[in-house]
């Protein structure tokens, strides 16, 4: 079975600093997608950056990178220059199939992340 | 605007009620899900709809009964539910195909409250 793993509940940084977000998964597929999500107090859940198992480079997206390790099965995400507003919960997850057509996506616990002036 | 709306947004309900939470989209996805969110749980996926057919039931109690009447929309009806069943209740689609990410566009939820 897959699964995510968030090892962080929460992390602390000051605004302008760069953090990174933990995540490992376990998959036996060869073929597989990472993504990353921003979940503010509101509770919508925010898109924030993809990265296909066979993609040879790093996902960016802004402030937004993907610290892939295919070997070590880690998918990081880094956010530069940290802001007031990236205050919220993030959460890993990796798409699934389905036993018919389509896939979900099954998620890790989450980070909290805080960030303050 | 997310494309993709949760009515209510907020519900509070006795535990002999009947209910429905509803989620609507017009991005032209074909495949819409009912996630469950409980505090320092991961979310749960509930239900997978696909081109309005059920592909995935994840071993989810009866008192909760999804309806997908058309592409667009999709309902969670509830009775007899729990106090365990408070949660945040999200809702999510995707489009046709795999495409390049097959990533899921959320609702900003419905927060169930039993009391």
């Known amino acids: 079975a897959q699964k995510i793993t968030q090892t962080q509940p929460g992390m602390f940084v000051q605004e302008k600093e760069a953090v990174t977000l933990d995540c490992t998964y376990d998959t036996s597929d060869q073929s597989y997608g990472l993504f990353w999500y921003k979940q503010p107090s509101s509770g919508e859940m925010i898109f924030l950056i993809y990265q296909g198992s066979y993609d040879e480079q790093n996902a960016t997206e802004g402030r937004y990178s993907l610290n892939f390790q295919k070997a070590r099965k880690s998918a990081n995400l880094v956010i530069s220059a940290s802001q007031l507003g990236d205050s919220a919960m993030y959460f890993c997850a990796m798409r699934e199939h389905m036993n018919q057509a389509g896939t979900a996506l099954i998620f890790g616990k989450g980070t909290t992340l805080s960030v303050s002036s | 605007e997310t494309g993709v709306t949760q009515t209510p947004r907020h519900l509070v309900m006795g535990m002999t009620n009947k209910k429905s939470l509803k989620c609507e989209q017009h991005?032209?996805?074909?495949?819409m899900y009912w996630y469950k969110q409980s505090a320092k749980k991961p979310l749960e996926l509930m239900f997978v709809y696909s081109l309005e057919e059920r592909v995935e039931n994840n071993s989810v109690p009866s008192r909760f009964s999804p309806e997908c009447p058309n592409s667009s929309h999709l309902f969670l009806h509830l009775h007899t539910l729990q106090p365990e069943d408070s949660a945040l209740y999200l809702c999510?689609?995707?489009?046709?195909?795999?495409?390049?990410?097959?990533?899921?566009?959320f609702g900003e939820g419905s927060r169930l409250t039993v009391l």
């Open positions: 999510a689609s995707s489009p046709p195909g795999q495409g390049a990410s097959g990533e899921l566009f």
């Open positions: 991005l032209g996805h074909n495949a």
